[in-house]
């Protein structure tokens, strides 16, 4: 007979080669922001899902994200000196799919691209347009450090994530 855990008590275990889902799992226990980063290839526009954007520093304009090296797109990433990481809104949970399944997604959007080459999606709340200066090995990631260079904002709710599924915080 199988017992059911009482959902009130933590699960605790040992992160190692058999617990890689929990360890998602509990990963996902950080509610975060869904951001799209985005930078020009010779194979046109390429665009990638991160939630492991933060802010490093102020004075320079510092931001850091990860990318898996496993991930199809890691070269793209890895060559790009300029990219752009889009904060994106509530509403734009479509196109957070749409990357999410296809790297080159920016090819049926709408988009512009700046004195750097790189695409730009509008309607985000906020847009940070960078300059790789830092790549840091990390496990299976690697760090991408990259310095401000022009940013916008604008007012509206985040696309959020949690637990596997997508969400909003509502501001008063």
Same mark, same amino acid.
């Given at each position: 007979?199988?017992?059911?855990?009482?959902?009130?008590?933590?699960?605790?275990?040992?992160?190692?080669?058999?617990?890689?889902?929990?360890?998602?799992?509990?990963?996902?226990?950080?509610?975060?922001?869904?951001?799209?980063?985005?930078?020009?290839?010779?194979?046109?526009?390429?665009?990638?899902?991160?939630?492991?954007?933060?802010?490093?520093?102020?004075?320079?304009?510092?931001?850091?994200?990860?990318?898996?090296?496993? /991930? #199809?797109?890691?070269?793209?990433?890895? %060559? !790009?000196?300029?990219?752009?990481? &889009? +904060?994106?809104?509530?509403? =734009?949970?479509?196109?957070?799919?749409?990357?999410?399944?296809?790297?080159?997604?920016?090819?049926?959007?709408?988009?512009?691209?700046?004195?750097?080459?790189?695409?730009?999606?509008?309607?985000?709340? /906020? #847009?940070?347009?960078?300059?790789?200066? %830092? !790549?840091?090995?990390?496990?299976? &990631? +690697?760090?991408?450090?990259? =310095?401000?260079?022009?940013?916008?904002?604008?007012?509206?709710?985040?696309?959020?994530?949690?637990?596997?599924?997508?969400?909003?915080?509502?501001?008063?």
């Amino acid at each position: 007979m199988m017992t059911m855990q009482d959902p009130n008590q933590p699960t605790v275990f040992t992160p190692d080669a058999d617990s890689g889902r929990q360890l998602r799992d509990a990963f996902g226990k950080f509610a975060t922001g869904i951001t799209v980063i985005t930078a020009p290839s010779a194979d046109g526009p390429i665009s990638i899902v991160a939630n492991s954007f933060s802010s490093v520093s102020l004075d320079p304009a510092l931001v850091l994200w990860s990318v898996d090296r496993s /991930a #199809r797109r890691f070269p793209y990433f890895e %060559a !790009a000196d300029h990219y752009a990481i &889009h +904060v994106l809104a509530a509403e =734009q949970q479509d196109l957070c799919t749409q990357v999410a399944r296809n790297a080159h997604a920016l090819n049926d959007t709408a988009h512009q691209l700046n004195a750097d080459g790189v695409p730009l999606i509008d309607h985000c709340l /906020a #847009r940070f347009e960078c300059r790789r200066v %830092a !790549a840091h090995d990390a496990g299976d &990631h +690697v760090i991408i450090v990259g =310095q401000v260079q022009r940013t916008q904002m604008r007012a509206g709710a985040p696309l959020t994530f949690f637990g596997g599924g997508f969400g909003s915080i509502k501001q008063d």
